[in-house]
């Protein structure tokens, strides 16, 4: 598949929703669809907890006392005290017109299961409204994740997936991404992120697990990595 003139690329950065957006938002030239392997509200909490600014305690008028020996207002006269500008306010909620032209040509679809992602992917070569040498870009959020905990976790799941991707991405002509991004209430989940694509899974989906806790699986496993690459490539 590599062979081909365009293949998907698999992005090891920005690992945050909120990141993703805020990259993209600034660097986003083209007509973009995002779609987001999670529901709508995980996905607005995500973006929402990175978008909160930081806040530094200030301290309430005339709570410092002056010195007996320095000269300063009296008690009470203190000057009100001013928010630090240390911390900008986050791209994503600066109003300006990259990020109001950016909006109107950018797509956000979510599929909170996998027979819904597979389904709107396979329709975009016919929502395609441009030229087929015209690059028309796909970002896909967490789709390794959207896999997780379910029987198609297996290289025999994820190739049905996987083989989709490639085949829907050459038919575009354009760019298309794939993004694992951490948990913000948790960067080290597991389960989240890119350290996914190091996963160990079995052949089949319908491998059991053995073992105490069913800790290990009954059948020969590999690393989704290992064979994803004959469809993606990894950056």
């Known amino acids: 598949m590599k062979g081909s003139t365009h293949f998907p690329v698999v992005k090891s950065t920005p690992n945050t929703i909120g990141a993703l957006l805020e990259g993209f938002c600034t660097n986003a030239q083209q007509h973009t669809t995002i779609i987001a392997c999670c529901r709508r509200s995980r996905f607005f909490e ?7 600014p930081s806040t530094e305690v200030l301290e309430e008028p005339g709570s410092q006392q002056p010195r007996p020996d320095m000269d300063g207002p009296p008690v009470g006269d203190a000057e009100e005290p001013v928010a630090s500008s240390k911390h900008a306010s986050p791209p994503l909620l600066q109003p300006t017109l990259r990020l109001l032209a950016t909006s109107l040509n950018t797509n956000i679809v979510f599929c909170s299961s996998i027979p819904s992602f597979r389904a709107y992917v396979s329709t975009l070569p016919l929502r395609s409204t441009g030229s087929p040498n015209t690059l028309s870009q796909v ?46 209430h948790d960067p080290i989940d597991p389960q989240r992120g890119s350290r996914l694509w190091g996963a160990e899974v079995p052949l089949l989906s319908g491998s059991v697990k053995i073992g105490e806790a069913g800790q290990g699986w009954a059948s020969r ?6 064979f994803a690459e004959r469809w993606f490539q990894f950056e």
């Open 46 to 52: 995500q973006l929402a907890l990175h978008a909160l």
């Open 139 to 184: 970002i896909i959020v967490d789709m390794l994740a959207l896999h997780h905990g379910t029987s198609e976790f297996t290289i025999q799941g994820l190739s049905r997936t996987f083989a989709m991707l490639a085949s829907v991405n050459n038919q575009l002509g354009g760019e298309m991404q794939l993004v694992e991004c951490n948990d913000f």
């Open 221 to 226: 496993t590999t690393s989704i990595r290992s």
